[in-house]
């Protein structure tokens, strides 16, 4: 199948800083990537959906001012947590679809301090 | 948003084959349905879908009643690797869908 990365894989910052994160599909143009979260032993929640060359669409009770949406090409979206606190502290997971599949990319594991 | 039902936890003894249950009685007539499975601490990954015709790869096989309000996920010869959080879900595919997850089932795969 399609393959979605993300960088970095884990990232550990101070409380007030801002973090991003990248997606990138690796062999596929993405119109439209989603952004996912996921606390400890609950499932993924959607957050965002990422749309190319416009803004992205947010789900109810996600901040956009908060969780900031950049997809400026067909193959990377990235995602700024600004000023994050340590309840943003989760594993941040992108997906691309291709074909009628969504591809999910291997997560990245945010740690506020 | 999907809304799908699966037991919370099975087991499945390495070699057999594992059936896993889901109960997506809401599907609309274009949705298809997906299965995707999540070890601990990756990304969800993709392992099949379809919209009415059972489908089968080189993962599992897939099979959806008539009524399409249910369907199972089969992994015909279960190993240690199997084990893993198997989330069913359903849309239709068009140009912008986003999918939504339940809680899915753990699956432990026991020598």
């Known amino acids: 199948g399609a393959v979605v990365s993300q960088h970095p894989s884990r990232v550990i910052c101070k409380s007030g800083t801002s973090v991003k994160i990248e997606c990138r599909s690796l062999?596929?143009?993405?119109?439209?990537m989603f952004w996912y979260r996921q606390f400890p032993k609950k499932s993924l929640m959607l957050m965002a959906t990422?749309?190319?060359?416009?803004?992205?669409?947010?789900e109810q009770g996600v901040e956009k001012d908060k969780f900031l949406i950049n997809h400026a090409s067909l193959t990377l979206s990235t995602l700024t947590v600004t000023s994050a606190h340590p309840e943003d502290s989760s594993f941040y997971i992108c997906?691309?679809?291709?074909?009628?599949?969504?591809?999910f990319g291997p997560g990245t594991r945010l740690t506020v301090l | 948003d999907a809304k799908t039902t699966q037991p919370p936890s099975m087991d499945c003894a390495e070699g057999r084959a594992a059936n896993l249950p889901c109960n997506h009685s809401?599907?609309?007539?274009?949705?298809?349905v997906y299965w995707y499975r999540q070890i601990h601490s990756q990304g969800p990954q993709y392992i099949i879908h379809?919209?009415?015709n059972n489908e089968t790869n080189e993962m599992a096989s897939l099979i959806i009643t008539e009524d399409r309000k249910s369907s199972t996920l089969i992994l015909p010869h279960a190993t240690l690797r199997d084990t893993a959080v198997y989330y069913c879900?359903?849309?239709?595919?068009?140009?912008?869908?986003?999918?939504?997850f339940g809680k899915g089932t753990l699956l432990t795969v026991n020598p």
């Open positions: 062999d596929f143009q993405a119109t439209t």
């Open positions: 379809g919209l009415k």
């Open positions: 997906s691309a679809r291709d074909d009628g599949v969504q591809f």
């Open positions: 990422s749309n190319e060359g416009s803004k992205a669409t947010y």
């Open positions: 879900t359903h849309n239709s595919g068009g140009s912008n869908y986003k999918l939504t």
């Open positions: 809401t599907i609309s007539g274009n949705e298809y």
